[in-house]
């Protein structure tokens, strides 16, 4: 894959999930980092993923959060 196709795909990933909720399911988030949700939950588990929140029984994630930690660990 080509970087022109990524950061195309980067932009409009960010963007879909800019246009609702800043909330995102674990699905939605582990799609906006581009990472699998089981990875995403497997980051949680061990407290190394970003920062995120329970809603009853449900687990959510501030956009900005998302940001914030993959600026400062995936070197963005």
């Known amino acids: 894959m080509d970087d ?3 950061a195309r795909d980067d932009v409009e ?3 879909i999930a800019k246009k609702g909720s800043p909330y995102l399911t ?3 988030a582990a799609h906006y980092l581009g990472l699998s949700p089981r990875t995403l939950e497997k980051m949680r588990t061990k407290g190394i993923g970003p920062k995120y ?5 449900g687990v959510r994630y ?3 959060d998302l940001d914030e930690w993959a600026i400062a660990n995936m070197g963005w």
């Open 4 to 6: 022109m196709h990524t």
């Open 13 to 15: 990933r960010a963007a």
């Open 26 to 28: 674990t699905k939605q």
């Open 53 to 57: 929140y329970r809603v009853g029984r």
């Open 62 to 64: 501030l956009v900005r």
